[in-house]
């Protein structure tokens, strides 16, 4: 298993820009999970998702951010209308729910986002 | 709410022990973990302890939980320079995790 990876690893954008990001969990783990982390700060949650369904979003996610898992692997992160203050790492973790690593949820690298 | 508390900066000889200390609020917390990140990585899964355990071994790392007093630390024994990192500790009890700010952990030579 070749852990959880992230595409791409680093985006550069222009404020007003449309950007999506993709993750690919843990081969048959059927949760993922999405959080943010700014300079200096622990991961903030941002959403989740058991299989294809998106059984809980924070706060934090604002209209102008979609996520999907339409066939319950892969997921992507769009965020539209980017602003300074999206610039962030987006990290994407999974796990396997219903088994007995339930708990253990595995990050990928993350991709970092600048904003300009 | 969740909210959990670290402190922020460690330095240690290599060699030596170093322990880092965390806080937290959410009393239903089920487990609660300990993450490594290194410069430009994502976070890697040290360990995790579960609330009804007060502590837990797993080779060079002691997690001990007190419930009582919601604190939570992580001892490495034998610091090694690759240990230097920043730690993070976090809590679940409903799926999401939520963590701390991290404390940066130097090894000196």
């Known amino acids: 298993d070749t852990g959880v990876s992230q595409d791409p690893r680093h985006k550069i954008t222009k404020r007003g820009q449309n950007v999506t990001f993709r993750c690919d969990p843990i081969s048959e783990h059927n949760r993922l999970y999405w959080y943010r982390q700014t300079l200096g700060q622990g991961p903030e949650f941002l959403t989740y998702f058991q299989n294809e369904a998106q059984l809980e979003k924070s706060r934090l996610l604002s209209d102008r951010f979609s996520a999907e898992r339409p066939k319950g692997s892969f997921s992507t992160l769009e965020i539209q209308r980017t602003e300074q203050g999206d610039s962030a790492m987006y990290l994407c973790?999974?796990?396997?729910w219903g088994t007995g690593s339930s708990y253990e949820q595995y990050f990928g690298p993350g991709t970092r986002l600048t904003v300009t | 709410g969740e909210d959990v508390e670290q402190s922020l900066f460690l330095s240690v000889r290599e060699g030596d022990s170093s322990v880092i200390n965390c806080t937290y609020t959410d009393s239903s917390s089920t487990y609660l973990y300990w993450y490594k990140q290194e410069p430009g990585a994502g976070l890697q899964l040290l360990t995790y302890i579960f609330s009804n355990m007060d502590m837990k071994q797993d080779q060079r790392l002691t997690v001990l939980l007190n419930k009582k007093d919601k604190h939570l630390s992580l001892r490495i024994a034998d610091t090694q320079t690759g240990d230097s990192a920043i730690y993070f500790c976090?809590?679940?009890?409903?799926?999401?995790?939520?963590f701390g700010k991290g404390n940066q952990v130097v090894v000196i030579p």
């Open positions: 976090a809590e679940s009890g409903n799926n999401r995790l939520a």
């Open positions: 973790a999974s796990s396997s």
